[in-house]
């Protein structure tokens, strides 16, 4: 191994008892899809990632993606036995065989953090509004363009509407305005939602705070809330890599603010492989 996949690994392999490795689903696990239900992962990350889970202080995946769709495609058939519960129910307990492999489903909003299921209550209360600037959106928008409700807002996206950018940005500043909504934009798209504070920098906080080093890689503008979030957890005497994912896409912002810079999710997956193989060496007994 060589270049900055080398260095990724050699630096998680260092202490892995203490090193929380966390990242985005999109873009970074998974090729950027024309329509976001059609991503998935790389093949073997999922097996890849409960392995490290084992073997790692913290591994976890960080997403606008809602749990549901994260359990689907990241969480072997079978692992889980989820309690199943709504807002303001109690959290469900779960029979998982997947180790300490934490998912954060939109930005924190909902997960699973140590064998157990978790949702903010506070998304209740924005419900109603996101059903209605979902509506709204879809009547402001150009018929190509996505309009993709989430928990807290909605999206656009308009990745397979060439042309329809312009357009689709006035729709989502007219709901923002309407429904008091923040805009926040992404590749090919723009996100409108609840609860600022909800991010993927207050999810990697959550997830790092019992580790003395901590790993993020990110390949889109929202993953900046979680390098932030590591500088700051820096000045505190915690240790952090920060890894922009990605090519031509890629934002330059994400890339100036990184450590590392790795190519794509192929890189990724090439990446976990390797550490895979490089602790699982070290625990084998010696012959």
Same mark, same amino acid.
Not at 73 to 95: A, I
Not at 101 to 119: K, N, P, T
């Given at each position: 191994?060589?270049?900055?996949?080398?260095?990724?690994?050699?630096?998680?392999?260092?202490?892995?008892?203490?090193?929380?490795?966390? $990242?985005?689903?999109?873009?970074?696990?998974?090729?950027?899809? =024309?329509?976001?239900?059609?991503?998935?992962? $790389?093949?073997?990350?999922?097996?890849?990632?409960?392995? %490290?889970?084992?073997?790692?202080?913290?591994?976890?995946?960080?997403?606008?993606?809602?749990?549901?769709?994260?359990?689907?495609?990241?969480?072997?058939?079978?692992?889980?036995?989820?309690?199943?519960?709504?807002?303001?129910?109690?959290?469900?307990?779960?029979?998982?065989?997947s180790?300490?492999?934490?998912l $954060?489903?939109?930005?924190?909003?909902? =997960?699973?953090?140590?064998?157990?299921?978790?949702?903010?209550?506070?998304?209740?209360?924005?419900?109603?509004?996101?059903?209605?600037?979902?509506e709204?959106?879809?009547?402001?928008?150009?018929?190509?363009?996505?309009?993709e +409700?989430?928990?807290?807002?909605?999206?656009?996206?308009?990745?397979q509407?060439?042309?329809? *950018?312009?357009?689709?940005?006035?729709?989502?500043?007219?709901?923002?305005?309407?429904?008091?909504?923040?805009?926040?934009? =992404?590749? $090919?798209?723009?996100?409108? +939602?609840?609860?600022?504070?909800?991010?993927?920098?207050?999810?990697?906080?959550r997830?790092?705070?019992?580790?003395?080093?901590?790993?993020?890689?990110?390949?889109?503008?929202?993953?900046?809330?979680?390098?932030?979030?590591?500088?700051?957890?820096g000045?505190?005497?915690?240790?952090?890599?920060?890894?922009?994912?990605?090519?031509? *896409?890629?934002?330059?912002?994400?890339?100036?603010?990184?450590?590392?810079?790795?190519?794509?999710?192929?890189?990724?997956?090439?990446?976990?492989?390797?550490?895979?193989?490089? %602790?699982?060496?070290?625990?084998?007994?010696?012959?």
């Amino acid at each position: 191994m060589q270049g900055a996949l080398g260095q990724l690994v050699d630096w998680l392999a260092l202490d892995p008892a203490t090193t929380a490795l966390l $990242m985005d689903f999109d873009g970074t696990l998974s090729e950027i899809a =024309g329509s976001p239900e059609l991503a998935r992962p $790389m093949p073997g990350v999922s097996r890849m990632l409960k392995t %490290l889970a084992s073997l790692l202080g913290v591994v976890g995946v960080v997403s606008g993606r809602p749990l549901s769709f994260l359990e689907r495609h990241l969480l072997p058939s079978g692992d889980l036995n989820p309690e199943q519960g709504g807002y303001g129910s109690s959290p469900g307990r779960l029979v998982s065989s997947s180790g300490r492999l934490a998912l $954060m489903g939109y930005y924190g909003l909902e =997960g699973i953090v140590d064998g157990r299921r978790f949702r903010d209550q506070r998304g209740a209360e924005w419900e109603g509004v996101a059903q209605a600037a979902f509506e709204a959106a879809v009547s402001a928008a150009p018929e190509a363009v996505l309009v993709e +409700r989430k928990p807290l807002g909605v999206a656009l996206h308009w990745r397979q509407a060439p042309g329809s *950018e312009d357009s689709a940005l006035a729709a989502a500043d007219e709901v923002s305005r309407r429904y008091g909504l923040p805009a926040s934009r =992404g590749k $090919m798209s723009v996100e409108l +939602r609840a609860l600022p504070d909800v991010n993927k920098g207050s999810a990697a906080s959550r997830l790092a705070r019992e580790c003395k080093r901590v790993c993020y890689l990110g390949d889109d503008l929202a993953d900046l809330e979680a390098f932030a979030t590591l500088d700051i957890m820096g000045r505190s005497g915690l240790t952090s890599l920060k890894v922009a994912v990605g090519g031509v *896409e890629l934002p330059n912002e994400v890339l100036a603010r990184a450590d590392l810079h790795l190519e794509g999710p192929a890189a990724v997956r090439d990446a976990l492989q390797h550490l895979t193989a490089k %602790l699982d060496r070290r625990r084998r007994p010696a012959p």
